[in-house]
Structures are given as C-alpha cells and as structure tokens.
C-alpha cells in the first residue's frame, strides 16, 4: 500500500497534481490524469476517506434510515430493495454511495436518529416509515442536514417528499368495489402511527360516504407488513358475525398471507369475498390473478435521489427541475380477485 506522497514520487509530480488527479479536477489534462489512474491502480493506492472527508467537509455517503424487524419489514421484502436501484443509479453519477441506516425495532427511531447526527455520518438522509406526528422532521431542520422524506406526516417543515399515492388507490379501489354491488368493504392498515394507515383509511371513508355508506369500524384491520399479517386478517374475517363481502389490503405482503388463510377454510378469492391489493413478485402466483395496484418503484428511487441532490449546493445545478413534492401514482393491474 502506498500512500499519496509516494504515488507522486514514482511518478515525479507534485503531490498537488496527485491530488487534483485523484479528485478529478478539471485543471489537470487528461495525459496525466491517465498516468496517476494507472499508476494508483499498479500501487495499490487507496485514498484515505476519512482524511478527505474531514479537507471536503463531506462524507460522500447518502443515509436512508428504514426500521428493521419481522413485524415491521416482512418476510423477504423488495420493496426497498427496488427503490435503492434507482437511488443508487443516480448517486453512482456523483461518486456518492446510499447506505443503509437500519434502526432496529427494539429502538426508539429518534434516537436513532440523534445519534446518527452527532456522528456527522452522512451528507444527506431519507427518511421511511414516516408517522402521524414525526419529530424527525424537526431534528433534521435544526440541523440543517438535507433531508427527503419517503411519506408525509402532519409535522411539516417544508422537507421535499414523495408518497404513494394511497388516496388514489382508495378513490380508485372503492369505487370499482361499489361499481360492482359491493357494500360491506372492509380494509387492513399497519399497526402503530404510520401515516399511509391514516391517509388511505380516511380516503376510504371519504369515497363510501359518497355512495351513502359507511367504514364500519369492526372492517378496519390491523396487521403486520408481511404475510402472517395477512393470514391473521383472513381468520379474523372468518370470525366476523357479519363477514364483509371485499377487502382492500394496503400492504404488498399481507395478499399472500390472506389467500393463504382464505383457501384453508375453502373460500376463493372474487368469489367468496373480493381481494384487492398491491402488487409484489410474489402475486404474480397467486390464483385467482390479483386485482391490483403497481408503482414503479425504481423510477421513484430516481426521482428520490434527484429531489434530495436539488437541495444540496453541491449537486443542485445539476437538477433545475426536480419535483419537490409528488405522489407517486400507482397503476390499477386489472386481475380476477376483485
């Protein structure tokens, strides 16, 4: 392993030209820029990051904070794995890195937060499982760190963000289920404060208040984010004295779980009770073909990347027209479960 001072005495340069060669600078041509590059590479040279943070200012590194945990991420789930491959193709443009920042469950996830702060660990962080009420926001804005959030809250300190749009999925669901004769339409929502439980609950209402009907409170369930949730939802459904005739399920995971528990008391989904949901890998098996709704979820990581970067100095003029705030619409797969 060599270091920089002995990179620029092999090649018989200044360790300046060195330097601005590594760094990319345009002000050394591109001959030289060549010779460093190869010569690094025979040494063995590795910058020193830590070093060069500390002469930037920067880590180079883009957190995203998500909660680990069974009850909270699921069983094999790709959904952030999706949105990471397009925040990643656009961060590779400016030699930044997308680190995951795992928050376990057991975790108050401010604290967590505090502590990833204080350490100064990243440049820029996006923000998940945002709550009804999430102090995060505020930190964040304290500490003038750039921060998107994937989610709203009602704890608003002007951040970008970008969200599913679930009041379309419920305005979209609702009113295909009604179309259809439905009237007793029941919903599952994540335990805890989650805001997206909130938002589309509230939709729901508003949408069947329309047609003159009502969300009976004993057909809103709760459920984990993974397919147990799922199953559990199907067997309180069978337990209901007055079993609802559709369900929507608002998480991608639970669709499993609930044909699961549907088919072993012999009830078919689009026949014995209308299923719609939101699609994952794994729906693609299911049978009958889910009814259900699909975002690009790759497409969203770029625009994610790309509206953080927009409120970096560094980065900004790069992207002008970055959207600040969108929901991100969800395409209706039309299946035979609903």
Known sequence: MKGIRQLAEHLDISIGTVSRALNGKPDVNEETRRRVLEAAEQLGYVANQAGRSLRKGATGIIGFMMQTGHDITGQGDTFFLRV?????????????????????????????????????????????ATRFQDPRFELLQKTKIPFITLGRSQTDVGQPWYDLDFEGMAEDAV???????????????????INLGHVFENHCRVVLARHGLELDPANVYRSGPNEPGGYNVAQQVMKSRDRPSAIILLNEATV????????????K?????????????QAQFLNPVLTCFRPDLRALGVALAESLLATMPDFAHHYPDAVRRRLWPMTLIEGESG
């Open 256 to 267: 499993v779980g609930f044909y699961r528990g549907l088919q072993e008391v012999g009830l």
């Open 175 to 193: 009113e295909r289920l009604v179309a259809k004769g439905h009237r007793r339409i029941a919903m599952s929502r994540p335990h805890g404060d």
């Open 84 to 128: 990471f491959d397009g925040m990643q193709t656009v961060l590779t443009r400016h030699k930044l890195d997308l680190v995951a920042l795992l928050c376990s469950s057991e975790e108050d996830p401010d604290d967590y937060l505090k502590r990833i702060v204080a350490r100064g660990f990243a440049d820029g962080i996006i923000l998940s």
């Open 269 to 281: 989904p689009g026949k014995d009770i209308a299923v719609i949901g939101q699609y994952s890998p």
